[in-house]
């Protein structure tokens, strides 16, 4: 039976947290930022001073998370960076680190919780892997797009008002090597499901895709 889920994956900069968010308050579903699993485990390795390509560091990192802190590291913004987001790439292509983080996930789309502890009515995961590994039961797929050179303007932005001092080339072929190393590893690779509403969020506003994605819920799309 297909469960009460909504997974959205893509690439960086599509679009897939905002989508999330949204979503979550309008459905009362229970959001997860997957991402943040991997980028958790990259930090607390370069805080180590540890290579994050090291595999059994690496483990050991994923497998320390308690539950509670699992939850919460989708609100640090300490790993909100290109760095994390490089030494979270690394990492995710890791397979044992990628199954330690598994059950997790699993758990938390079948038994979705408010982080004030509320029960939801359903699980929204965002991350690259979730129709395809994590919840290919779940009963919405949506696989976001859009062109690099966009992404990269996107993510340009948000950097520059944080106060951080970059050059939109290096934003570009940051992006392009992390959309590479996602999309060509050999477990879970970045791919759309085959069942998946795949939306270019190029040209779209977050109320247009917001709007497109509950369009396809409701079996419009
Ligand atoms: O979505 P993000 O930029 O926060 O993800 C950081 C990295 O984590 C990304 O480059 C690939 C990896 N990732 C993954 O392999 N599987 C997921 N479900 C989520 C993220």
New binding site residues.
């Given amino acids: 039976m297909k469960m009460n889920i909504i997974a959205i994956d893509g690439s ?1 900069a599509t679009g ?1 947290g905002t989508l999330g968010a949204k979503l979550s308050k309008e459905l009362d579903f229970a959001y997860l ?4 699993l ?2 958790g485990t990259g930090y607390a390795l370069l805080q180590a001073g540890k290579d994050p390509s090291d595999e059994s560091a690496a483990v050991a990192v994923a497998k320390s998370f308690p539950t509670e802190k699992m939850l919460q590291l989708q609100n640090e913004s300490a790993i909100r960076n290109e760095t994390i ?1 490089k030494a ?2 690394i990492v ?1 292509a890791i397979p044992s680190v990628r199954e330690a983080l598994f059950q997790f996930q699993r758990r938390f789309a079948e038994h979705p919780v408010h982080p004030d502890g509320t029960p939801a009515k359903g699980a929204i995961l965002d ?4 129709g395809t590994v994590i919840c290919p039961d779940a009963k919405w797929k949506i696989f976001l797009t859009a062109r690099a050179e966009i992404r990269a303007q996107r993510r340009y932005k948000e950097l520059q008002l944080k106060g951080n001092c970059v050059i939109y080339e290096t934003v570009l072929s940051d992006i392009l090597s ?1 959309d590479k190393r ?1 999309s060509e590893r050999a477990t ?1 690779p970045l791919k759309p499901a085959d069942d998946a509403f795949i939306l270019d969020t190029s040209d779209l506003t977050p109320t247009d895709v917001y709007t497109r994605v509950i369009r396809f819920m409701n079996g419009v799309e």
């Fill in positions: 960086s897939k930022d997957t991402g943040a991997y980028r987001g979270a790439s995710s991350g690259r892997d979730i992390r996602d879970a």
